[in-house]
């Protein structure tokens, strides 16, 4: 985690003022469309399960004109409505804060592809889609989703639209925002704006669908998304490659840029403890090299049809290393060894999450200043906190750092949660520093919002207000994330 939560508001309200008002809400939608008393718990807490709070009810639509209808009842009933997709987020985003006020509005219901156009390279897909199986049935089609995360088998397309999602091929496909055409969302009043266009090219004034993509839920549900589609890679080449030292492996992104230009898909580092933690998670993960080399980097190349991506990577190999900018290194000879080299880079995380509670951080600072950011950092941090580990780890090609802290075993809670408010600050002073982002890829939601609004300026602020004053004047949509904006009521 980031930070430390505060203690849900609210939670003295009695229970069955609670449940009178969820009978409200079945008299309104329909005992279909609403869950109350148990079955709310699994809603209310966050992916790694570090906070658990509640909801006076879950609204489960089929429908975008149900989503319609369900914030109507709830405005009409002076609740709140917090929006939630796959419920993989990092920041509390999608976590309701006040037990007694709130309702859960999960789209998991609303999965259908309206529309997948071939010849247009386009899809329509509705905002509960889980990732993973839209991205297989556009593969069914021949076609190529490029958003890839760790989560993706189970977070929802309206929640990448909404954090405006990162992951592993942003230096060549951008965030989710470079991804989406058009949006239909349902708005605080239980309007409906309808922007699925597909077009690529449509300069009529302001592009209002931006202002919901990273919004967070905070203007509106967002129910449907267009979405572009690309040609499907049928070659990808892979390779696992060791450094002396970080900054070579920065060296080496500058000339694969310019080698490899854009079939350049994935170009990540990590520490040797990664290889440490992937086979915690993972103990039968066969060591593809030595552990032993201060950095590494699993990079990646991908194109099709007349393209042959084996023989650039080898070249591209080849002249580096005979340069000896790389040390060591593998590349995948199937497809079967690439998905386990990718599989330290995602193991790496489950084996952080066994160790208990942690600081996970999701930075940005300039491409050219990773190294120099990751060596001060680590180094503040282990002269603040000299028995916490520091793993340091991301994608070099958009200067995004998850730069994480491990307390010691055998901690208690307050001990661990001491350690990681102490590490954030330290971390926090270091990157403002540098000119960088507190949050490169997971948004703000409720977790990262103390640090955000220290950070805000007046005039960003003051458009930040205005915005939402003008979309959600009752304050109705997931309060408390991203801001607390004054002249807002709710």
Not at 26 to 36: Q, R, S
Not at 157 to 165: M, Q
Request: proline share 5%.
């Amino acid at each position: 985690m980031t930070d430390v939560m505060e203690h849900p508001q609210g939670t003295d309200q009695p229970e069955a003022a609670c449940a009178a008002v969820a009978a409200r809400l079945v008299d309104a939608l329909g005992a279909d469309m609403v869950l109350t008393g148990t079955d709310v718990a699994r809603y209310c807490r966050d992916w790694h399960g570090d906070v658990e709070t509640g909801a006076v009810a879950v609204l489960r639509p089929r429908s975008t004109q149900d989503v319609a209808q369900a914030v109507k009842a709830v405005a009409a009933l002076g609740l709140s409505l917090v929006p939630q997709g796959g419920n993989t987020g990092l920041v509390l985003g999608a976590t309701p804060d006040d037990p007694a006020g709130q309702v859960v509005l999960s789209l998991e219901r609303m999965t259908a592809i309206r529309r997948l156009d071939a010849d247009d390279f386009s899809a329509v897909v509705e905002a509960g889609a889980v990732l993973s199986e839209f991205k297989d049935k556009v593969a069914e089609a021949g076609l190529f989703f490029p958003l890839a995360l760790g989560a993706q088998g189970s977070c929802r397309i309206g929640g990448n639209v909404s954090t405006n999602a990162g992951g592993i091929n942003v230096l060549r496909y951008g965030m989710t925002r470079e991804l989406v055409l058009g949006l239909e969302v349902v708005l605080p009043d239980g309007s409906i704006f309808d922007g699925l266009s597909a077009l690529r090219k449509d300069n009529r004034g302001i592009d209002l669908k931006q202002l919901f993509i990273g919004a967070e839920g905070t203007l509106g549900v967002v129910t449907a998304v267009a979405v572009k589609l690309l040609p499907q890679p049928d070659q990808v080449a892979t390779a696992l490659l060791g450094f002396n030292a970080l900054e070579d492996a920065i060296r080496l992104y500058r000339r694969a840029r310019r080698d490899c230009c854009d079939l350049m898909s994935a170009f990540e580092f990590m520490p040797p403890l990664a290889f440490t933690l992937a086979q915690e998670a993972i103990p039968d993960l066969p060591m593809p090299m030595a552990a032993d080399y201060p950095a590494y980097v699993l990079m990646e190349i991908s194109g099709s049809r007349l393209v042959d991506v084996d023989d650039l990577m080898s070249r591209f190999l080849e002249g580096v290393m005979a340069d000896g900018l790389v040390v060591d290194g593998v590349v995948a000879a199937s497809q079967a060894q690439a998905r386990t080299l990718w599989l330290f880079r995602e193991g790496m995380n489950e084996g952080q999450a066994k160790r208990g509670r942690h600081l996970r951080t999701d930075v940005s600072v300039p491409l050219s200043r990773v190294p120099d950011f990751v060596r001060e950092a680590e180094a503040a941090i282990h002269a603040a906190l000299p028995d916490c580990t520091c793993v340091s780890y991301g994608h070099v090609g958009d200067g995004n750092v998850h730069l994480n802290v491990l307390p010691p075993a055998g901690l208690t809670r307050q001990e661990a949660d001491a350690r990681i408010y102490q590490a954030k600050t330290v971390l926090n002073a270091v990157l403002d520093g540098f000119g960088g982002s507190i949050s490169a890829e997971h948004g703000i939601g409720r977790l990262k919002k103390p640090d955000f609004e220290a950070r805000l300026q007046p005039v960003k602020r003051q458009l930040l207000t205005s915005i939402k004053a003008a979309i959600d004047p009752q304050g109705i949509m997931n309060p408390g994330c991203q801001l607390n904006l004054s002249g807002v009521s709710g």
